[in-house]
């Protein structure tokens, strides 16, 4: 079983719409969690960085994290045609130097 | 700017050469890492070092080695014992806590 659980898609929503993206996690220790836009050919960009349980918002964007149930979430309101993107979930426990991702989700937002 | 520097963009390479990806960091990280992304698969670690003159090998280190003879760089090569080594390579640094890290633009290698 990988530590990180994420869901490949790829996810269709029409513009406008809301969108839950998930992970799960195995490892009880991870207490650093961050959320990652890649698009096509392009590195990697961090949209969200969360410390333990609990909600952070940024925009449009807002990160959610339960630890009692290993699970993190990413919701974006408003949806827009570029947020079509890869996003991965990222996260490491507070010793190690290794950061663990999940496989991404493919997100597509129709105009 | 600040930022984190892969080069070239784009690399292409005969069977049974040792290639040579750059990553250039000035955000005064301690931490380094090099990725590697196949289509549809999220990324996989190969090599991380925390501080100047040490490394660690990450999951797939097989066929790859590096250094880390500057704050600033961290290069990777990928040599002839790597049997797959068409990819999508990326480059990351973190601060010395290592909270998040933040990418380079990575360097698509194909082997021919």
Same mark, same amino acid.
């Given at each position: ?42 590195g990697p ?41 890869t ?19 493919r ?5 | !700017?600040?930022g ?28 380094m ?20 003159? !040490?490394?660690q090998?990450?999951?797939i ?26 990819a ?13 890290a ?11």
């Amino acid at each position: 079983q990988k530590e990180v659980e994420q869901d490949p898609g790829p996810l269709s929503v029409p513009e406008g719409a809301i969108v839950s993206l998930n992970c799960t996690y195995s490892n009880s220790a991870f207490q650093y969690f961050m959320w990652y836009r890649q698009y096509s050919r392009k590195g990697p960009e961090l949209l969200m960085y969360t410390y333990s349980s609990g909600n952070k918002e940024d925009g449009r964007f807002t990160a959610q994290v339960d630890k009692s149930s290993k699970y993190i979430s990413l919701f974006i309101r408003d949806s827009q045609p570029s947020d079509s993107a890869t996003y991965l979930c990222a996260m490491r426990d507070s010793s190690a130097s290794k950061i663990i991702f999940g496989s991404g989700t493919r997100l597509s937002i129709r105009p | !700017d600040g930022g984190i520097t892969q080069s070239p963009k784009y690399l292409f390479r005969k069977e049974g050469q040792n290639v040579t990806l750059s990553c250039e960091q000035n955000l005064n990280h301690d931490a380094m890492y090099w990725y590697r992304q196949d289509p549809g698969q999220g990324l996989r670690l190969i090599y991380y070092s925390q501080i100047v003159n !040490d490394f660690q090998k990450g999951d797939i280190a097989e066929g790859y080695s590096v250094s880390r003879e500057k704050k600033e760089s961290f290069p990777l090569t990928v040599t002839s014992a790597q049997k797959n080594p068409t990819a999508f390579y990326l480059c990351a640094s973190s601060s010395w806590d290592i909270t998040e890290a933040f990418f380079g633009q990575g360097t698509r290698l194909t082997v021919v």
